[in-house]
């Protein structure tokens, strides 16, 4: 069974501290791993991926995350947060379900977020 | 090109009320998605559709129905609405590469 666990539902730093948001997973298949980004009253935005292709991942706004097999982590950071950066970030992960009839789909499945604020 | 559009972005009901809540995307994905989100509770699927013509049921299906229309529309029906079903639905659409999914702006419904 796939599970993905955000430590710290709220996270609070002040404008040009480090921003650390922390994501462990459980999955019985290498997996694919996101995170996207939720302004106020906005859909969900991704801000990078993990395909498998290099450990240390970059993304848009500054962000980037490291997956580390070993400790099952996808942890995101950024080294000077931003006022614009407070948001919902939510990681997740994906795997590919194989039906009977051939077909397969790419399932997400996500932490329940971290509301990150920053102060001035 | 739009990517993912929903219809609409707001909506009150009051309990027993029914709606379609519609879903669009242009960018010819196979696999569509609905999902739900509440405080503290992430997202949670209702419904995917993993081709023209298929679904199947998410981690919380009761109270719900879904039609795939075609290869661009995956509409969600509340048959009768409950204060329970208040939240935001999200509708999305899976590229097959890394299954990458895109996201609809929302609806936000309130049932009274």
């Known amino acids: 069974a796939q599970s993905v666990t955000q430590l710290g539902s709220h996270v609070s730093v002040s404008e040009g501290a480090l921003v650390l948001l922390r994501c462990n997973y459980s999955?019985?298949?290498?997996?694919?791993l996101f995170w996207y980004v939720q302004y106020p009253n906005q859909g969900l935005q991704l801000l990078l991926k993990?395909?498998?292709?290099?450990?240390l991942v970059k993304g848009i706004n500054g962000f980037e995350a490291e997956f580390k097999k070993s400790e099952t982590s996808f942890h995101l950071t950024k080294p000077s947060a931003h006022m614009s950066d407070a948001a919902e970030y939510f990681c997740?992960?994906?795997?590919?379900?194989?039906?009977?009839?051939?077909?397969?789909?790419?399932?997400?499945?996500f932490g329940r977020g971290t509301q990150l604020t920053v102060w001035p | 090109n739009a990517g993912v559009t929903q219809t609409p972005k707001f909506q009150v009901l009051k309990t027993g009320q029914s709606m379609t809540l519609q879903c669009a995307q242009d960018?010819?994905?196979?696999?569509m998605y609905w999902y739900r989100q509440d405080p503290g509770m992430g997202l949670r699927l209702i419904y995917y559709?993993?081709?023209?013509?298929?679904?199947d049921k998410g981690e919380v299906p009761n109270g719900y129905n879904v039609s795939r229309l075609n290869k661009r529309e995956f509409s969600l029906r509340l048959e009768s609405a409950a204060p329970s079903q208040t939240s935001v639905y999200f509708c999305?659409?899976?590229?097959?590469?890394?299954?990458?999914?895109?996201f609809g702006p929302g609806t936000r419904l309130t049932v009274l």
């Open positions: 997740a992960v994906s795997v590919s379900v194989r039906f009977d009839r051939g077909s397969t789909l790419g399932r997400l499945y």
């Open positions: 999955s019985s298949v290498p997996p694919y």
């Open positions: 993990y395909t498998s292709a290099a450990t």
């Open positions: 999305a659409s899976n590229s097959r590469s890394y299954n990458e999914q895109f």
């Open positions: 960018m010819n994905h196979n696999s």
């Open positions: 559709s993993a081709s023209e013509g298929t679904t």
